[in-house]
């Protein structure tokens, strides 16, 4: 099938959350990439008829005074919540032209902005994670196999894991490889991103605890690759090459810190609004969304906190995370069958 694809990176957002803020998401009301009403914890209420007249630049000026009670000062507002076009999704991917990719029963998604009809993608299974190349190549995690799927959706490729008993969690890609994240295996395999051909695994056997299947990887601007340890709470940084450059986290349920028994579920690399590294992590139990810094900083609540519990209904897990590179943070909510959109607010004097 054909995919329409974007005119620029600036399409999805510019089009509806930046160059006119959410006027632009008000038009896009009622189509087939529908806006869902919303309250977020700091009282804007998002109704898709009327955009929100006080989101008028790229940066959300704060709703509610710092220091209010029970309030966190966020340095993030919920700007959108878009309804999933498949069903049961599972899993949210941005490419290079900032397309918005997201998977689900049966299908993928391709939306280029909010008020366009998306492009369905009909796949031979349910996908659980999903990364584009550059060339807009789809790579699907269904079952133990990978699936690769050329710029038109067209079905170019099945590869199996080097070992049975294979649960795909995450996909990323480098220049080379594709970095698959085996939950049943525990292990990171190391696949030629064209032919499908295991070349070595991430780290040694044992190296991941996984208790269950919430297993993410990430691959930055430098080519370096992120990997959630879930069961050791923290998350581990490797070169190219595989040496592991360094590790950070620790348990707990303070906002630094990772809660729960498997915990950071999901993340993502990319470059916060200032535009330095950063890791965007999800967990489950106590959902919540932080940005941190290459070494694991927790720079506070107003610049660490995307979005913590009462953005989120009690059930949600499965937090899936983007960030495109204007900072703007992409939030799966399979529960809630959308995605929530959050951009950077403007930091006011003495935060």
């Known amino acids: 099938m054909a995919i329409d694809r974007p005119t620029s990176r600036r399409r999805f957002l510019g089009s509806a959350l930046i160059g006119s803020a959410l006027l632009g998401l008000g038009a896009a009301a009622g189509t087939t990439w529908k806006i869902l009403g919303a309250k977020t914890r700091r009282g804007a209420e998002l109704l898709g008829d009327k955009g929100h007249p006080g989101y008028t630049s790229g940066a959300i000026p704060g709703e509610v005074p710092q220091g209010a009670p029970g309030v966190f000062a966020s340095g993030y507002g919920l700007a959108a919540v878009l309804a999933s076009p498949v069903p049961r999704p599972v ?4 490419d290079g032209a900032g397309s918005l990719y997201i998977a689900g029963a049966g299908k993928v998604a391709v939306v280029n902005s909010p008020g366009s009809k998306p492009s369905i993608i009909a796949v031979d299974g349910n996908p659980a994670c999903l990364t584009i190349a550059p060339d807009q190549s789809v790579y699907l995690g269904i079952g133990p196999y990978v699936h690769r799927l050329d710029p038109t959706g067209r079905p170019v490729a099945r590869w ?10 995450a996909l990323a890609l480098t ?29 040694q056997p044992g190296q991941f605890i996984v208790p269950s299947p919430y297993f993410d990887l990430a691959v930055d601007h430098a080519g370096t690759v992120w990997v959630g340890n879930p069961g050791r709470h923290r998350v581990e940084h490797y070169a190219a090459d595989g040496r592991l450059l360094e ?12 809660c729960g028994c498997c915990n950071p579920s999901y993340l993502a690399a990319g470059r916060d609004p200032t535009g330095q590294p950063c890791i965007v992590t999800s967990e489950k139990g106590i959902p919540r969304v932080k940005i941190l810094g290459p070494r694991g900083e927790f720079r506070g609540e107003f610049r660490g906190l995307v979005a913590d519990p009462r953005d989120f209904p009690a059930q949600a897990r499965g937090l899936d995370v983007a960030i495109d590179p204007a900072g703007s943070v992409f939030v799966l909510d399979p529960y809630a069958q959308a995605v929530r959109i959050y951009l950077p607010r403007q930091e006011s004097a003495g935060a």
């Open 91 to 94: 899993a949210l991917a941005l």
């Open 175 to 203: 220049a080379r490889h594709l970095l698959v994240a085996d939950a049943g295996n525990r292990a990171v395999w190391i696949l030629d991103s064209h032919t499908g051909q295991a070349q070595s695994r991430l780290g």
């Open 160 to 169: 199996p894991m080097p070992e049975p008993g294979a649960v795909l969690t």
């Open 247 to 258: 590790m950070w986290g620790a348990p707990g349920a303070a906002a630094a810190c990772f």
